[in-house]
């Protein structure tokens, strides 16, 4: 079935470096959404890219939509303790329902 | 700020039991969804639902999951009788267009985190 693949699995970061996470399908994408999930927290909407090569930033946080819109891409600038989480990609399947990554968890080392 | 609600937020109970789990959307919401989550990976949609009706739910393992929406508004998920492995965290989500669902952003509540012994 149709998959969206995420990578790293985790990311361990010094407070104030950066983080990026990958996420690649084996089709095109019409468009993809990420979200954010705090530790024991629920899911909650970051941003959608629809157009391909789109560029989007919040603050220190900037998406990206490959040209062939088959991956993505999550970089954050100088992380700090509130970024700690795990972050998704989710892109359409083929009932148009969200097909979610593994999820990227970036984890601030002490 | 409206929020997707849900209860109960913690069940323990033994395999073969019955358990149920309700959520509210957020107001006005027409398409609702029920994922589950396993630990370590992404949520999992098990069905969707427009207004009261039915418009995914091939992932569902319907020989002992049900879902129903019956006015269109709350919704419950059953699981009869509950097995060790539907031990994860249960996600209700609510999205406001009732367009292509991929375009839609939505809005999760607490979760329902299941334990079965």
């Known amino acids: 079935g149709q998959q969206v693949m995420q990578i790293p699995q985790y990311q361990h970061v010094q407070e104030g470096e950066d983080f990026t996470t990958y996420c690649n399908s084996s089709t095109t994408l019409s468009n993809i959404q990420w979200y954010k999930q705090r530790p024991g927290g629920h899911p909650v909407f970051l941003i959608q890219?629809?157009?391909s090569g789109e560029v989007k930033k919040q603050k220190r946080l900037t998406f990206q939509f490959g040209e062939a819109k088959k991956n993505s891409s999550l970089h954050i600038t100088a992380t700090q303790t509130t970024d700690v989480g795990t972050y998704f990609c989710a892109g359409p399947g083929s009932n148009y329902q969200l097909i979610w990554g593994a999820g990227t968890k970036l984890i601030i080392k002490p | 700020e409206a929020e997707v609600a849900q209860s109960p937020r913690y069940k323990i109970t033994e395999k073969s039991q019955a358990v149920a789990f309700w959520c509210d959307p957020i107001s006005g919401h027409a398409t609702l969804y029920w994922y589950r989550q396993i630990l370590g990976q992404g949520p999992e949609l098990l069905v969707q639902?427009?207004?009261?009706?039915?418009?995914?739910d091939s992932q569902l393992p319907k020989d002992r999951f049900s879902a129903e929406r019956l006015k269109g508004v709350d919704s419950t998920l059953k699981i009869q009788p509950a097995e060790l492995g539907d031990s994860a965290m249960y996600l209700c989500?609510?999205?406001?267009?009732?367009?292509?669902?991929?375009?839609?952003?939505?809005?999760f509540g607490p979760g329902t985190r299941l334990t079965v012994l």
């Open positions: 639902f427009q207004d009261e009706s039915v418009v995914d």
């Open positions: 989500a609510s999205s406001l267009a009732t367009g292509v669902s991929s375009y839609n952003e939505q809005f």
């Open positions: 890219l629809v157009k």
